[in-house]
């Protein structure tokens, strides 16, 4: 029997019981030809249960799960989008089930651990450092949030240019880890060694920080790291006229967003930041994965119309009720104006699949983060920027992508106060500026890379230029 490769999703959906027994880290292994051990890591958040499975044989890490759905004594687990499913019967220490992977079906008895098998990415830097790195906490102006961190700072004991590392969407700790990566804490460690103080900071409601990111919007993010700005004026270790950001993704227009309200930031930098009205880049995001994904170029052409619809609906409804409606009438209308193959591909094969597309663009519309995020526009704070900025963007980037977002964040920056901007493209570089083979999305946990060196040593080359 063949090992099977474990393929990836960026959807995740929740679905259980409060205070579940499962909220663990669980192992086993199964004969598949050899043996293959998985780790399913159940969380949860809300009430809710959501999972990830990682596959430490295979090098593969944090496979988001569709739902996680539990009773007194068995769980469901389903991965069916990518053709896996595991049921079993639990109690506190082991759940004993049925692995199923297009038509394979297995025994998989998994116990729960402490201590679950790691994946370490090569770049992920492992003590003793050659810096000093400490975990601190800090509050915001009004104490309603406590941020937890990590600071690091050279050895020699004087004043630094220093960095706060701003995380992209999503509930990120502070080393914005995905897929077994830790980009973050890569970065934290190359521009430490370089000479500058680096926090990183847990997102609000992430690890060690406090606060309700459920109706939480980019500006609130914004706030936040602009507390973390006010704790590095604090640190005797920091050149207060020499203070930045680098922003990956969202962070990349909260960068913008927090520099042009204050005197006191000197540089940014933009990793993979939107330089386009937001609804045009989810277009283009949307575009880009299906065709990543292998679907036919005019059956994406055909699911924008309907996206692009759906899009104004999200940004211009008041009400859900309305925007229901809206929905369902545009959608009645993109499926009287396209071919019924485009309909099929897309997932819209009967009535009943029609009203879940529906449900599904309703919940984004009543997302109150997702909401605001769909109606931003990172032109007007880019336009009002008086520091150094330096963007870049990978070329073959398919959620944030690189010739319009590059294009739009030169011309804002040429009708700005600062005298001092580079953008550049880099060849072969994905959303997470690894040297990618396939580039889809797919992909990230499967490359060793984090982060491209060539990456890292034009981030620190530009710094040592503009700001030391």
Same mark, same amino acid.
């Given at each position: 029997?063949?090992?099977?490769?474990?393929?990836?999703?960026?959807?995740?959906?929740?679905?259980?019981?409060?205070?579940?027994?499962?909220?663990?880290?669980?192992?086993?292994?199964?004969?598949?030809?050899?043996?293959?051990?998985?780790?399913?890591?159940?969380?949860?958040?809300?009430?809710?249960?959501?999972?990830?499975?990682?596959?430490?044989?295979?090098?593969?890490?944090?496979?988001?799960?569709?739902?996680?759905?539990?009773?007194?004594?068995?769980?469901?687990?389903?991965?069916?989008?990518?053709?896996?499913?595991?049921?079993?019967?639990?109690?506190?220490?082991?759940?004993?089930?049925?692995?199923?992977?297009?038509?394979?079906?297995?025994?998989?008895?998994?116990?729960?651990?402490?201590?679950?098998?790691?994946?370490?990415?090569?770049?992920?830097?492992?003590?003793?450092?050659?810096?000093?790195?400490?975990?601190?906490?800090?509050?915001?102006?009004?104490?309603?949030?406590?941020?937890?961190?990590?600071?690091?700072?050279?050895?020699?004991?004087?004043?630094?240019?220093?960095?706060?590392? #701003?995380?992209?969407? $999503? /509930?990120?700790?502070?080393?914005? %880890?995905? !897929?077994?990566?830790?980009?973050? =804490? +890569?970065?934290?460690?190359?521009?430490?060694?370089?000479?500058?103080?680096?926090?990183?900071?847990?997102?609000?409601?992430?690890?060690?920080?406090?606060?309700?990111?459920?109706?939480?919007?980019?500006?609130?993010?914004?706030?936040?790291?602009?507390?973390?700005?006010?704790?590095?004026?604090?640190?005797?270790?920091?050149?207060?006229?020499?203070?930045?950001?680098?922003?990956?993704?969202?962070?990349?227009?909260?960068?913008?967003?927090?520099?042009?309200?204050?005197?006191?930031?000197?540089?940014? #930098?933009?990793?993979? $930041? /939107?330089?386009?009205?937001?609804? %045009?880049? !989810?277009?283009?995001?949307?575009? =880009? +994965?299906?065709?990543?994904?292998?679907?036919?170029?005019?059956?994406?052409?055909?699911?924008?119309?309907?996206?692009?619809?759906?899009?104004?609906?999200?940004?211009?409804?008041?009400?859900?009720?309305?925007?229901?409606?809206?929905?369902?009438?545009?959608?009645?209308?993109?499926?009287?104006?396209?071919?019924?193959?485009?309909?099929?591909?897309?997932?819209?094969?009967?009535?009943?699949?029609?009203?879940?597309?529906?449900?599904?663009?309703?919940?984004?519309?009543?997302?109150?983060?997702?909401?605001?995020?769909?109606?931003?526009?990172?032109m007007p704070y880019l336009q009002k920027l008086s520091c150094?900025?330096? =963007?870049?963007?990978?070329?073959?980037?398919?959620?944030?992508?690189?010739?319009?977002?590059?294009?739009?964040?030169?011309?804002?920056?040429?009708?700005?106060?600062?005298?001092?901007?580079?953008?550049?493209?880099?060849?072969?570089?994905?959303?997470?500026?690894?040297?990618?083979?396939?580039?889809?999305?797919?992909?990230?946990?499967?490359?060793?890379?984090?982060?491209?060196?060539?990456?890292?040593?034009?981030?620190?080359?530009?710094?040592?230029?503009?700001?030391?």
């Amino acid at each position: 029997m063949r090992l099977f490769t474990i393929l990836l999703t960026m959807a995740i959906g929740v679905n259980a019981h409060a205070q579940s027994p499962l909220v663990a880290a669980w192992e086993g292994s199964m004969n598949v030809g050899q043996e293959l051990r998985l780790v399913f890591r159940i969380q949860e958040a809300n009430g809710k249960l959501s999972g990830t499975m990682d596959s430490p044989d295979q090098n593969v890490t944090g496979v988001p799960v569709s739902s996680v759905t539990a009773t007194a004594d068995s769980v469901f687990i389903d991965m069916s989008n990518i053709g896996i499913t595991y049921a079993g019967k639990y109690d506190n220490t082991a759940i004993a089930g049925v692995f199923k992977q297009s038509g394979m079906s297995l025994p998989l008895e998994l116990k729960k651990t402490a201590t679950p098998t790691e994946i370490v990415k090569p770049q992920t830097p492992k003590p003793p450092f050659s810096y000093n790195s400490e975990d601190v906490t800090f509050t915001n102006a009004d104490k309603s949030i406590s941020y937890g961190a990590t600071i690091t700072i050279p050895k020699v004991d004087k004043k630094y240019p220093a960095i706060l590392l #701003v995380t992209g969407s $999503g /509930p990120q700790n502070r080393d914005e %880890e995905i !897929m077994g990566h830790k980009p973050f =804490a +890569v970065i934290a460690d190359y521009l430490t060694n370089r000479g500058y103080v680096v926090l990183r900071v847990d997102d609000r409601g992430v690890g060690q920080t406090t606060g309700d990111r459920s109706n939480a919007t980019t500006a609130d993010f914004a706030k936040d790291a602009g507390a973390a700005i006010d704790y590095l004026k604090t640190r005797k270790e920091v050149d207060p006229k020499r203070i930045g950001m680098i922003g990956h993704s969202e962070g990349g227009m909260i960068a913008p967003m927090v520099a042009s309200e204050r005197k006191d930031i000197n540089f940014i #930098v933009l990793l993979a $930041g /939107p330089g386009v009205k937001i609804t %045009e880049l !989810m277009e283009d995001q949307n575009a =880009a +994965v299906l065709k990543s994904s292998g679907l036919d170029e005019a059956v994406v052409n055909d699911y924008i119309k309907l996206y692009r619809s759906v899009e104004q609906v999200i940004i211009t409804a008041n009400s859900t009720q309305e925007a229901r409606n809206r929905m369902q009438q545009a959608l009645g209308a993109w499926q009287k104006a396209v071919p019924k193959a485009s309909q099929e591909a897309v997932g819209i094969t009967d009535e009943k699949a029609a009203q879940q597309m529906i449900d599904e663009f309703a919940k984004v519309y009543e997302n109150k983060w997702y909401n605001y995020f769909m109606k931003a526009d990172p032109m007007p704070y880019l336009q009002k920027l008086s520091c150094k900025v330096l =963007a870049l963007n990978g070329e073959k980037d398919i959620q944030v992508l690189s010739k319009p977002n590059l294009e739009g964040i030169r011309k804002a920056l040429g009708k700005s106060k600062s005298k001092k901007w580079e953008t550049e493209e880099l060849l072969g570089l994905n959303h997470l500026f690894q040297t990618c083979k396939t580039c889809t999305a797919q992909e990230y946990a499967q490359l060793d890379e984090t982060i491209s060196p060539a990456v890292l040593i034009m981030v620190g080359d530009w710094l040592d230029k503009e700001v030391k």
